[in-house]
């Protein structure tokens, strides 16, 4: 059966709604203006935001809130809380992206995020708490590639990077989960699948593997969890609209039919308020993620409106 675009374009309606309520005095967009996270949740929302229209002042407002809360070496952390020993190498490219897409300079983050690439190509996460063996997990370097893409930048230091991802894809064509990554592997490979696209790969057997991977997975309500402990973790919402955006990145017709399940059980499970749920951020108690999952699932519905299978 068909998806009605107007159930569509109101779904969109009701999360922006969520989105713009959620919004603090200083500019952030978080749950009860938890500084904690802060950073983290408002770039994701800034992101969704941008993508749909007449939300210039709320957008604003919460690029200033970034703005403010840069660090005197020019990276970003998750939170507005200052450290002088942290940084975040996945909020900072975020940050460097909504910057430059609303006319900020951002030759100087630039600058930070390639003097912290390692000679292998990859980068660290720069969160001293982050077990040793995880400080380089493929969502990462990801999240930098994907940003230096989107902003024309390409070079033999991106090519080296993508080498590395390349080296770290599985032979089930995900990239892996570890729970301090979302617990999921739909985390890193929506950003190292947009990275392919950036690159012209999603034609690439790595590229199929990793879809044929998310299709794979799949529940038969049309959802994505791959639930392996009992812990408190990122919500099956989070989980889903993480997935769903893997295959709108580049999907062909053989991909419609999952999209259009994974779409309608997304439609479903959004709140009363607006909302997605996005369950508890594992290792980090009383951080709920819904900001986060209703960001990347406003971004889902929009992508499906735009695409013509």
């Given at each position: 059966?068909?998806?009605?675009?107007?159930?569509?374009?109101?779904?969109?309606?009701?999360?922006?709604?969520?989105?713009?309520?959620?919004?603090?005095?200083?500019?952030?967009?978080?749950?009860?203006?938890?500084?904690?996270?802060?950073?983290?949740d408002t770039v994701h929302a800034i992101i969704a935001l941008n993508e749909i229209s007449n939300n210039k002042?709320?957008?604003?407002?919460?690029?200033?809130?970034?703005?403010?809360?840069?660090?005197?070496?020019?990276?970003?952390?998750?939170?507005?809380?200052?450290?002088?020993?942290?940084?975040?190498?996945?909020?900072?490219?975020?940050?460097?992206?909504?910057?430059?897409?609303?006319?900020?300079?951002?030759?100087?983050?630039?600058?930070?995020?390639?003097?912290?690439?390692?000679?292998?190509?990859?980068?660290?996460?720069?969160?001293?708490?982050?077990?040793?063996?995880?400080?380089?997990?493929?969502?990462?370097?990801?999240?930098?590639?994907?940003?230096?893409?989107?902003?024309?930048?390409?070079?033999?230091?991106?090519?080296?990077?993508?080498?590395?991802?390349?080296?770290?894809?599985?032979?089930?064509?995900?990239?892996?989960?570890?729970?301090?990554?979302?617990?999921?592997?739909?985390?890193?490979?929506?950003?190292?699948?947009?990275?392919?696209?950036?690159?012209?790969?999603?034609?690439?057997?790595?590229?199929?593997?990793?879809?044929?991977?998310?299709?794979?997975?799949?529940?038969?309500?049309?959802?994505?969890?791959?639930?392996?402990?009992?812990?408190?973790?990122?919500?099956?919402?989070?989980?889903?609209?993480?997935?769903?955006?893997?295959?709108?990145?580049?999907?062909?017709?053989?991909?419609?039919?999952?999209?259009?399940?994974?779409?309608?059980?997304?439609?479903?499970?959004?709140?009363?308020?607006?909302?997605?749920?996005?369950?508890?951020?594992?290792?980090?108690?009383?951080?709920?993620?819904?900001?986060?999952?209703?960001?990347?699932?406003?971004?889902?519905?929009?992508?499906?409106?735009?695409?013509?299978?």
């Amino acid at each position: 059966m068909k998806i009605d675009d107007k159930k569509i374009q109101n779904s969109i309606k009701q999360g922006v709604r969520f989105l713009k309520r959620n919004q603090n005095l200083n500019g952030s967009i978080c749950l009860n203006n938890d500084k904690t996270w802060d950073i983290w949740d408002t770039v994701h929302a800034i992101i969704a935001l941008n993508e749909i229209s007449n939300n210039k002042n709320t957008i604003d407002k919460a690029i200033n809130h970034i703005k403010n809360s840069q660090r005197s070496d020019y990276s970003f952390f998750i939170s507005s809380l200052y450290n002088k020993n942290q940084y975040c190498m996945e909020t900072t490219p975020l940050c460097a992206y909504t910057l430059e897409y609303n006319n900020d300079n951002v030759e100087k983050i630039i600058d930070f995020i390639f003097k912290k690439q390692k000679s292998d190509g990859s980068w660290d996460s720069g969160i001293p708490e982050i077990y040793q063996k995880y400080q380089n997990f493929p969502s990462v370097t990801g999240q930098v590639v994907r940003t230096l893409l989107k902003l024309n930048i390409k070079n033999s230091k991106v090519e080296r990077a993508i080498d590395w991802l390349d080296k770290k894809q599985l032979k089930d064509g995900s990239w892996g989960s570890f729970f301090v990554y979302y617990d999921t592997p739909f985390y890193p490979m929506h950003v190292i699948l947009e990275s392919y696209k950036l690159m012209n790969m999603e034609n690439s057997k790595k590229y199929r593997r990793a879809i044929n991977y998310i299709k794979r997975v799949q529940n038969k309500d049309g959802s994505w969890y791959l639930d392996r402990k009992k812990r408190e973790k990122p919500s099956k919402e989070h989980r889903t609209s993480l997935a769903l955006y893997c295959l709108l990145i580049s999907p062909l017709d053989e991909d419609k039919s999952t999209i259009d399940k994974g779409i309608k059980w997304l439609l479903k499970s959004q709140k009363t308020d607006g909302s997605w749920a996005g369950g508890t951020f594992v290792g980090w108690p009383g951080k709920k993620e819904d900001i986060y999952a209703t960001s990347t699932s406003i971004l889902c519905m929009k992508k499906y409106l735009d695409k013509k299978f």
